[in-house]
């Protein structure tokens, strides 16, 4: 019994088998493009090598062709050497027969994918581009302000120089003045000397005068009227000496006053420059000359004290002068012109003071001009520091600015370098656009026995895939069957 006979008794070509043989059918379809594509993706179009025709451009294929052109180059540069060597820059095929094909289509895909990269990196580029030119708008606006800021910290220091020389010319008027002051209160001590010459003079005239008294007793009748108004003059004396004890007692005050001013010059002037310690010596002077003055004057008050008590003598005594009065009269006349002259001594003290004081004056107002002045060198020396600051900050952010165009700058030339390459990746890949396995890797020549292999494998991947399946299928048949 053979397989037809068996087969027509379990029910011939039946519905199953139908169903069966259209199911295999199908898969059959696509399986002939499968056995079919190495015919194309396997198929050597004519080639040349790349280095075979430097400096040509363009290739004219034909099918004659010499095979030592097609898988050999030969030396370029003009070289006499006439031996061939393989090709080292690849092969050159014909796009005459293969325009497209699987490799095409994912060189394409590829292409695309980079040109897409390429586009990202010329808008990044553009972005660090903007980026950069704004870090250089805002480089040369800091470099404006620095230099404006300078120009600023050179006028400063123009007018603390101009308040120095100023502060300068201030300390010496100070010092003139102070000179004038010493000068003064040498007129008052020679004048002071003068006084108490003047009341030697008047004590001695005293004296003489008692030695009078005795010989004026008889004539005391005689001048008891004009005892009387000796009294009242004595009196209006006393007064007179009263007043000029309180103009005494009012310069003492002054003169204190002046020695605080001074005292407080001498702090200022110390606190204004440490040259000014030869001042301080020289204020030193001056408060122990006005030590002096004070001794002289306490001296002065105390002879006049001396000679208010000689007076009160003198009254207790008058008894005795009487018969002397004449000649009492003309020392009165004597004593006189003596307070006239210590009047205008003590005058021309006044004066010598109130100088003194209006010169204080204006070295008070010399030193007010110079604190004013130093408060105002501080201040200018406080701006210029600031505008230093100022500087160094700007100077600071603008080279942290030039480091971020810098960064940019070798950010914008990293993302130009992958630009090219990409473009150059790009230019690769349309260059292999339209090529096949052959031309894709180079199956020709040397490696021409690779297509032949690649074949082989196939076709024996295919032989067992037939026998797998094959009886991978039978199997599951009759395990439908059996069911």
């Known amino acids: 019994m053979n397989f037809d006979d068996l087969l027509l008794r379990i029910g011939g070509f039946g519905r199953f088998q139908k169903v069966l043989y259209v199911w295999i059918c199908l898969p059959q379809i696509f399986l002939a493009f499968h056995m079919l594509v190495s015919v194309f993706t396997g198929a050597v179009p004519p080639h040349l090598c790349r280095d075979a025709r430097a400096g040509v451009s363009g290739f004219n294929f ?30 050159e095929f014909s796009k005459d027969v293969f325009l497209s094909t699987t490799a095409t289509e994912s060189n394409l895909t590829q292409t695309e994918s980079n040109l897409t990269l390429t586009e990202s990196n010329l808008t990044q580029t553009e972005s660090n581009l903007t980026q950069t030119e704004s870090n250089l708008t805002l480089t040369e606006s800091n470099l404006t302000l620095t230099e404006s800021n300078l120009t600023q910290t050179e006028s400063n220091l123009t007018q603390t120089e101009s308040n120095l020389t100023l502060t300068e010319s201030n300390l010496t ?60 003059n004595l009196t209006l004396t006393e007064s007179n000496l009263t007043q000029t004890e309180s103009n005494l007692t009012q310069t003492e005050s002054n003169l204190t006053l002046t020695e605080s001013n001074l005292t407080q010059t001498e702090s200022n002037l110390t606190q204004t420059e440490s040259n000014l310690t030869l001042t301080e010596s020289n204020l030193t002077l001056t408060e122990s000359n006005l030590t002096q003055t004070e001794s002289n004057l306490t001296q002065t008050e105390s002879n006049l004290t001396q000679t208010e ?23 009165l006349t004597l004593t006189e012109s003596n307070l006239t002259q210590t009047e205008s001594n003590l005058t021309q003290t006044e004066s010598n003071l109130i100088q003194t004081e209006s010169n204080l004056t204006q070295t008070e107002s010399n030193l007010t001009q110079t604190e004013s002045n130093l408060t105002l060198t501080e201040s200018n020396l406080t701006q210029t520091e600031s505008n230093l600051t100022q500087t160094e900050s700007n100077l600071t952010q603008t080279e942290s600015n030039l480091t971020q165009t810098e960064s940019n700058l070798t950010l914008t030339e990293s993302n130009l370098t992958l630009t090219e390459s990409n473009l150059t ?22 490696n021409a026995a690779l297509n032949n292999i690649s074949s082989s494998i196939y076709m ?8 797998l399946f094959g009886a991978f299928a039978d199997s599951d048949q009759q395990s439908v069957r059996k069911c």
């Open 309 to 331: 008590s000689n007076l009160t003598l003198t009254e207790s005594n008058l008894t005795q002068t009487e018969s002397n009065l004449t000649q009492t009269e003309s020392n």
């Open 460 to 467: 024996f991947g295919l032989l067992v895939g037939a026998v």
């Open 62 to 91: 034909t099918f004659s062709q010499s095979v030592q052109e097609s898988c050999s180059s030969s030396p370029t540069n003009g070289s006499l050497d006439s031996s061939t060597t393989s090709c080292r820059d690849g092969w």
């Open 425 to 446: 990746q790009t230019e690769s890949n349309l260059t292999q656009t339209e090529s096949n396995l052959i031309q894709t890797f180079g199956l020709v020549c040397e």
């Open 173 to 232: 008027q100070t010092e003139s003045n102070l000179t004038q002051t010493e000068s003064n209160l040498t007129q008052t001590e020679s004048n002071l000397t003068l006084t108490e010459s003047n009341l030697t003079q008047t004590e001695s005239n005293l004296t003489q005068k008692e030695s009078n008294l005795t010989q004026t007793e008889s004539n005391l009748t005689q001048t008891e009227s004009n005892l009387t108004q000796t009294e009242s």
